[in-house]
């Protein structure tokens, strides 16, 4: 157990950097303090005592990055409540089912999602109020809409603190670390979604351990891209930032790499936390290019003369990420091994992490100047165990965990849970893979992803994809087996296909060769037999993996 209070934690902060800058709306100019994120938890907090809101009821979240989303949030926390955030890229269904699964009481949402929802069909939920202002939407009959306006909240708030909320005055909920912070809802990568049951502590221990590693620190600078309903952003990109005293730029709009490029440039940020998929067009759009024309790649096959075009490429791709970053963080997903090289290559600040939403999400982790490619750290010493259950030959067996981080289990879910967890206390991640010598962990794919070769032997689709996503026109790919063959589903890459002016026949021409070129690089067991195109991106989950159990048949 994490020894200090997590709710302390937050408070601690707050009453340390009240003057400081806590959040702000990138590309508007809308800032909070620290201060000011305390005046507006006072505030949430009389709202919540005014709906009757008790410790450990629910309350809902869904919209994207603001400063009123991750104040909602702390507000939550801090009272006792229990926050449960919603993916605001889940169906309106799927939504309502979380809202009336997890018996959330209130529900704060962007109106453009509200729009296509109605507090009729939501079971328990007595108000719905708008992340834009707090503004009620819609209440059940009973509670008064004028009294939960902001005008009358705001009016009881200057009765209790008439000259505003001072540090000496916060006053939050007494909830022990053991206790229950947030129900997270994943979809994940094989069927609906589960509600993970998160302690305080599994919090804590996330939030203590990165700034004990200095990723976070006071005045540092974070562009916060990651959807925060999702563990990991949450965890890293605001818990740890605010729990550190740093400032958090949110960015409420897709992360395109333009996008990402220009936030970078103006905010200059001290880390920068991603998904392999993010990285990878940035190094498409940024890299490719310089790499692929004659004189440079030239060089670049000449000894000593290399290194001084990889330090121009390395320093062109720190500039790129507004030229202050320490280090670059990936989890979410395995990176591309082709990246992989190329950031090593230049000696990037770069490390692969390891998480799952039931961790919150942190398993393993090293700092850039350890880390191995192809690897994704290792456990968190003090803090986390990671073993290989039942290895195969080559060492590879499905990895489990347990330690200070897991959570309690699933939501109403007593099945899933005994499921999930072994006889002797160890989660099981349904991620293969093996534990090296000097503790590193590598992972070769998902358990349930995994296919077997004609003579039994083990394919992993993830590997293959790899390779695959490398080639000419190939935006990503999916391998699956069908008819007892393994075929290659591929979206392409349909900026590179009209740069070069591709017609149908062409692209399929292409897509032959890089069948053939694939088949040439890996194992006679491992062959692909048909490479099919599909015609856009395959549908992913909140990290951005993809959702392979929807991708079974080949039409």
């Known amino acids: 157990m994490i020894s200090e209070p997590f709710i302390e934690t937050i408070r601690k902060s707050i009453c340390a950097n009240w003057e400081s800058a806590a959040f702000t709306d990138y590309g508007t100019e809308r800032t909070m303090s620290y201060g000011d994120v305390a005046a507006e938890i006072a505030r949430l907090h009389i709202l919540f005592r005014t709906c009757g809101v008790g410790k450990n009821d629910c309350i809902g979240l869904m919209g994207k990055n603001t400063c009123n989303w991750v104040t909602v949030y702390l507000a939550s926390v801090t009272y006792g409540a229990i926050i449960v955030p919603i993916l605001q890229d889940f169906r309106a269904n799927d939504a309502l089912h979380i809202i009336n699964h997890s018996e959330s009481k209130l529900l704060f949402i962007a109106d453009s999602l509200y729009e296509n929802m109605d507090i009729s069909q939501m079971e328990t939920v007595k108000a719905v109020f708008s992340l834009s202002d707090y503004a009620p939407l819609a209440v059940t009959e009973g509670f008064n809409r004028d009294g939960l306006t902001p005008k009358r909240i705001g009016q009881e708030y200057e009765r209790l603190y ?71 952003g949450c965890a890293f990109d605001f818990l740890s930032t605010f729990c550190a005293g740093g400032h958090a730029w949110l960015l409420g709009k897709t992360p395109s790499p333009k996008v990402l490029l220009q936030a970078f440039a103006e905010v200059k940020p001290t880390c920068v936390l991603t998904v392999p998929l993010i990285l990878e067009k940035i190094y498409k759009s940024k890299i490719v290019p310089q790499i692929s024309k004659p004189p440079v790649s030239w060089v670049m096959k000449v000894p000593f003369l290399d290194e001084v075009v990889l330090g121009k490429l390395r320093q062109a791709l720190l500039e790129a990420f507004g030229g202050c970053v320490n280090e670059v963080i990936i989890g979410g997903a395995p990176l591309n091994t082709e990246v992989d090289a190329f950031l090593n290559r230049i000696r990037f600040p770069y490390t692969v992490g390891y998480g799952m939403t039931e961790c919150a999400p942190l398993i393993s982790y090293v700092n850039h100047k350890d880390y191995k490619q192809q690897c994704c750290g290792k456990p ?164 951005k993996s993809i959702k392979r159990f929807l991708y079974t048949r080949v039409d």
């Open 162 to 232: 008439p000259k505003g909320i001072q540090a000496d005055q916060l006053s939050y909920s007494d909830k022990q670390n053991d206790e229950i912070a947030s129900f997270n809802y994943t979809s994940g990568t094989t069927g609906f979604s589960k509600g993970v049951v998160t302690p305080l502590n599994a919090l804590a221990g996330n939030v203590k351990f990165c700034i004990d590693v200095h990723v976070t620190y006071k005045g540092c600078r974070q562009v916060v891209f990651l959807p925060l309903a999702h563990a990991f």
């Open 380 to 543: 968190l010493e003090g803090l986390m165990e990671v073993r290989v259950a039942e290895p195969n030959s080559e060492g590879v067996g499905e990895l489990q965990v347990r330690g200070e981080h897991l959570m309690k289990g699933y939501y109403k879910n007593e099945e899933a849970t005994r499921l999930i967890f072994t006889p002797d206390g160890w989660l099981k991640t349904g991620d293969l893979g093996y534990i090296d010598k000097e503790n590193y962990i590598f992972i070769k794919g998902r358990d349930k992803s995994m296919l077997l070769g004609p003579s039994g032997q083990n394919i992993y689709p993830e590997e293959i994809e790899s390779k695959l996503n490398n080639m000419p026109y190939v935006m990503e790919s999916l391998v699956i087996q069908y008819e007892g063959a393994l075929v290659a589903l591929v979206c392409p890459d349909y900026v590179a296909v009209d740069a070069d002016h591709l017609t149908k026949e062409m692209l399929e021409a292409a897509m032959e060769t890089n069948r053939r070129n694939l088949n040439a690089q890996i194992a006679s067991y491992e062959q692909i037999s048909k490479l099919q195109l599909y015609p856009h991106e395959f549908e992913k989950t909140p990290k």
